[in-house]
């Protein structure tokens, strides 16, 4: 079962760009590439660097510790795509982010 959790406004997050929010117990990282939202859980695999105080280019992700890099649509390693992040799926409705998260 899931549930439909608002995490932000739109506004809140520029092109190319992040937030970190907490939603339901959970530290999310929220990303916005080209009018899409994403949404990672906010620790990176390798030593538990925030990622959503990362940069992004496209929808690589670099952690801001160590330069592990992500996609930000899947979660995976770039280098080990079988080693993903937590990602959940994140949407636009009107004015709100929401992200689905597991209960």
């Not at 996609?71 to 636009?92: C, H, M, N, Q």
Request: glycine share 12%; charged share 25%.
């Amino acid at each position: 079962m899931s549930k439909l959790v608002r995490v932000a406004d739109v506004g809140e997050i520029g092109d190319g760009k992040s937030k970190v929010v907490r939603a339901e117990g959970r530290t999310l990282a929220i990303f916005r590439v080209k009018d899409q939202f994403f949404a990672l859980n906010n620790a990176c695999l390798h030593r538990g660097g925030p990622l959503g105080e990362g940069s992004l280019e496209g929808y690589r992700l670099f952690c801001p510790w160590h330069g592990w890099t992500y996609d930000v649509r899947t979660g995976a390693f770039e280098i080990i795509p079988t080693l993903k992040v937590k990602s959940y799926p994140a949407r636009r409705e009107g004015n709100s982010i929401l992200v689905e998260l597991d209960e």
